[in-house]
């Protein structure tokens, strides 16, 4: 991770089919350890660096502790996710 000066509160990003040795399913452990809530969502429901794309159709297939905390489940379509954080 680069030095920042805010974290931010949540993050959305796509599994890329779980990529070179799993780097998103390791992403959610490492944000949890500094406190960022995370949601992974799956390449089959969205395309793969558009950020728009997954709001709009990506499917949650991934979660940490502080997501599953916030009441964020599985299955969850994102956009629903994310209107579920700002309530």
């Known amino acids: 991770m680069t030095a920042q000066t805010h974290k931010p509160f949540a993050v959305a990003f ?4 779980g990529g070179k ?3 998103g399913r390791v992403a959610l452990r ?3 350890a500094v406190g960022v809530l995370a949601i992974l969502y799956a390449h089959t429901s969205a395309r793969i660096g558009e950020a728009q794309d997954g709001l709009d159709n ?3 297939n991934g979660l940490n502790a ?3 905390a916030q ?3 599985l299955g969850m379509r994102v956009s629903d996710a994310v209107r ?3 309530a």
């Open 14 to 17: 796509n599994d890329a089919g």
């Open 84 to 86: 579920h954080l700002g």
């Open 58 to 60: 990506g499917v949650v």
């Open 21 to 23: 040795d799993d780097a």
């Open 71 to 73: 009441g964020l489940q």
């Open 66 to 68: 502080l997501a599953q």
């Open 30 to 32: 490492e944000l949890q």
